[in-house]
């Protein structure tokens, strides 16, 4: 239940944004696309708040954007148009060079004429050159590698975590704990490629039955719940072995899984929507009292996507430093409730510190949100 | 506090016998006020951002609002700073409407949506007050708080939640539709996350008059009938806004005291009680209003000519919050408030109450003066202030090149 399953909406979502739009009186323009032509009735163009009225005459569904025709940069678009559908799309013209990209399905794109605006303000809204799969191999192939570089240490940890428990010793199980526990926290942003195993591994006990004692709790959570719940050890041995294999079994299937290009920059912001509502809320403790542990364990894994996203970020997202800076905010007032080897439980920070804590996660996030809009991978030709 | 949690009834009882014969010698003119709203000139769609003063405050309050507490997390006074401006340009686009940017494909949409494409102004009005707190070491502002500016005090009768309780900042929207209140909450919380946290939020809703006359609180009664003139520019100068005033920074003027205090009412013992106690707790009648030795909603009480309080009881909310004496004209104060809904409390008796919220020039003469005689009046079996704060609703936002807080920050 914590794995965000949003790649299946993205399209949608994007849709609504701009089909909510209409535009003043007098800045519209009709326009019709189709195979044999791109929105060929654009002849007068004009600066300012402009809405184009984008009507699919053909039979087969297009995704229509209006670009540089310089560098393919694109200003605005509507994807999904179905035939015989008319759409708004609206935009702000600014003074340059314009035209309409269609991109039919099953065919090849068709570019419209391009038209110069010549009044109105100067700058117009921002246009972004697409992410296609090709530039996000590299990122993609970082974080891969990154991931795969953390798992002998998670392996390592969590086989210590079982043999702990086999010790029959609570306080060194308890200490095994949080090591392994973070070590996958710090993969965060792979949760949409584990698939079930993800859910095997760290689930919360919310949307089963019997709640905390349904046999469907497993992994990280339900050894935990055991351990600070004074379950006998050697009842806690099978959950403990049964993560043991699922997280050997996590990474064999990952060296063959193929990574979605399109998870990287949505992780981008969706590690700390977790973070914010499982760990900063506390919700997901089960007695450890651990949460900001993996809030700051989130942060790593929100950077190791960040990072890897980094070459393809520069030149499109104006707010990458600032998204840094609050990324950098958060990790110092998480780092701070970190004191002689114990983390504070989310219950014990004052109101103040809560609210520096949640309004600093809540200031990443709006920083981050725009890294899903833009690096999502749109077709090339 | 274990004193106050004793019904104080009976302190009324000996007032009851006299009242009824009062409530039943009145009863006879019931039903001489008719509609009074019906020729209302239309309301334009915007209320003006720009001026002297906020919004919000003598406007008389639209169907909704919410009333929210900030806790500034800005490092510093340009943080500050870039805090107010920017909840200045969010309020005057939110008030004037207009169509969000849309920023193609760089990013998520602008705007939430919920008011449709285009953003209606739907007489919405932002008023943003200061806690006392914002004036801590944080931002070097100690020396320019305004003077009666002090954390809100605990009365004799409250049981304040200290979760509901004081806050750095105020932002109260009000506007006719509720989607148009959250719309603006939403607006502002986004373009300043990070930058300040809700500390505590409480909607209100104020009904229309029923039939006619000042709307009704949720025990029943007409509320704000006594009100000062709010259209009387002349008497808010004297009341709400502060001018040259002694003793106070100049920045504080064309500003206002605002107190906000959050008050449970106890609506099912309430309805348990017979009218003729009600009234005689508020020295008013419930079916139009008029107090109790007159007719009409807006006759005024004769005081003078009832010493002992056989019409209306000393001890009555009125008389106690109002006396109208020579000696107490200085206490009068704007009133502006809300009713809240908060759900269902651990007994399963709705959490209902008052959003209470009322503006002056002095805090102590006026609000507190106020409150201080209406310690321990009978009403208070009945009502529980649980949160609030006081605040200093800044002066309003001259054009558009100035911002919220500007003479404070300068
Ligand atoms: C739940 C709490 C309260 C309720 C239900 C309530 C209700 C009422 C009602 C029904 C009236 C008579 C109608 C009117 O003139 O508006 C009234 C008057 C008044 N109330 Fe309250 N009130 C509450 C709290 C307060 C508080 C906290 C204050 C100020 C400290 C206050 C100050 C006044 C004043 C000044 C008047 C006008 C008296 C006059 O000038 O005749 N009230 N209130």
């Known amino acids: 239940m914590r794995r965000a399953r949003r790649t299946a909406v993205i399209a949608a979502t994007a849709l609504l944004a701009l089909a909510g739009c209409t535009g003043h009186d007098g800045g519209e323009v009709a326009l019709t696309v189709s195979r044999s032509g791109c929105a060929t009735e654009w002849h007068d163009p004009h600066g300012g708040e402009q809405t184009f009225r984008v009507h699919n005459v053909g039979i087969n569904t297009t995704e229509v954007e209006l670009v540089d025709p310089a560098n393919g940069a694109v200003y605005a678009e509507l994807e999904n148009l179905g035939p015989g559908a008319t759409r708004p799309m609206q935009v702000t013209l600014g003074r340059g060079r314009y035209a309409f990209r269609c991109l039919p399905e ?42 795969q570089h953390a798992f002998p240490t998670l392996r390592r940890d969590v086989r210590r975590l079982a043999a702990a428990v086999r010790s029959g010793d609570r306080a060194a199980a308890r200490r095994a704990w949080l090591p392994a526990h973070l070590d996958y926290e710090r993969l965060g942003a792979a949760y949409g490629t584990f698939g079930d195993l993800a859910d095997a591994i760290d689930r919360l006990p919310a949307g089963l039955p019997k709640g905390v004692h349904d046999p469907g709790f497993t992994g990280f959570h339900r050894i935990e719940y055991g351990l600070w719940h004074g379950e006998s050890l050697p009842a806690l041995r099978k959950p403990a072995d049964a993560l043991s294999a699922d997280v050997a079994k996590l990474v064999t299937q990952f060296r063959t899984e193929r990574v979605d290009p399109n998870d990287l920059p949505l992780r981008a912001h969706e590690i700390l929507e977790m973070t914010l ?44 430093s600032a998204a840094d800076a609050a990324l950098h905010k958060l990790r110092t007032l998480l780092d701070a409730q970190y004191r002689h080897g114990t983390w504070t439980p989310v219950d014990d920070l004052s109101a103040p510190q809560r609210r520096a804590i949640d309004g600093a996660a809540g200031e990443a996030l709006e920083r981050l949100a725009p890294i899903a809009a833009l690096a999502q991978v749109r077709r090339a030709q | ?164 309780c004081h806050g750095d900042l105020s932002v109260q929207f009000c506007a006719p539709n509720p989607d148009t209140v959250i719309h603006a909450l939403r607006d502002v919380t986004r373009a300043t996350r990070g930058a300040m946290q809700i500390r505590w939020k409480l909607d209100g809703f104020v009904p229309p008059p029923r039939p006619s006359g000042t709307p009704r609180n949720l025990m029943g009664f007409k509320d704000g009938t006594a009100n000062p003139d709010a259209a009387d520019a002349h008497r808010m100068d004297q009341v709400v806004w502060l001018g040259r005033e002694a003793g106070e920074p100049a920045w504080t003027r064309g500003g206002s005291y605002q107190v906000v205090r959050l ?67 200085s206490s009068i104060l704007l009133r502006r408030p809300y009713n809240y809904d908060r759900g269902v409390d651990a007994v399963g008796d709705l959490d209902m109450g008052q959003l209470f919220v009322c503006y002056q020039r002095d805090l102590a003469a006026q609000f507190e003066a106020v409150q201080t005689r209406l310690i321990d009046e009978p009403l208070v079996d009945y009502i529980t202030p649980f949160g609030g704060g006081y605040f200093f609703a800044l002066p309003g936002v001259r054009d558009d090149h100035d911002h919220y807080g500007s003479a404070l920050l300068a």
């Open chain 1, 106 to 147: 099953d065919t090849d794109a068709v570019t419209g004429p391009t038209v110069t605006v010549t009044d109105g303000p100067k700058r117009g809204a921002p246009a972004i050159v697409p992410v296609d799969e090709q530039v996000l191999r590299g990122p993609v192939d970082t974080y891969r590698s990154s991931v």
């Open chain 1, 277 to 320: 509502q499982f760990e900063l809320t506390g919700e997901a403790d089960q007695g450890s009292g651990t949460t900001l542990a993996t809030a700051r364990a989130n942060v790593d894994g929100t950077v190791a996507v960040l990072d890897a996203l980094r070459p393809v970020l520069r030149s499109r997202f104006r707010g990458l």
């Open chain 2, 1 to 164: 506090m274990s004193e106050s949690r004793w019904p104080r009834r009976q302190l009324l009882t000996g007032a009851i016998g006299v009242g009824a014969g009062a409530v039943a010698g009145v009863g006879a003119t019931l039903g001489s006020q008719r509609y009074a709203h019906a020729d209302e000139p239309a309301q334009p769609d915007h209320v003006e951002f720009h001026g002297a003063h906020q919004a919000g405050i003598v406007d008389a309050a639209p169907a909704r609002s919410t009333f929210v507490s900030f806790d500034v997390l800005a490092a510093d006074r340009a943080q500050l700073t870039e805090l107010l401006t920017t909840i200045t340009r969010r309020a005057r686009f939110l008030t004037a409407g207009g169509t969000p940017p849309n920023p193609g494909i760089t990013a998520p949409p602008d705007d939430s949506g919920i008011l449709g494409p285009q953003v209606p102004a739907d007489r919405l009005t932002v008023t943003v007050g200061v806690g006392a707190s914002l004036f801590d070491h944080r931002y070097g502002l100690g020396d320019r708080r305004p003077t009666h500016l002090r954390p809100m005090r605990t009365f004799p009768n409250d049981d304040l939640d200290p979760a509901w």
């Open chain 2, 263 to 329: 008050i449970r009412m106890r609506l099912e013992f309430w309805d348990r009680i017979s009218t003729a106690e009600q009234e005689l707790l508020f020295g008013r009648r419930r079916d139009n209003g008029a107090p109790l030795d007159g007719t009409h909603e807006h006759d005024a009480p004769q005081y003078a000519k009832d010493p002992v309080g056989s019409a209306i009881p000393l001890t009555s909310h009125i008389r106690r919050a109002n006396p109208r004496t020579a000696k107490t004209a």
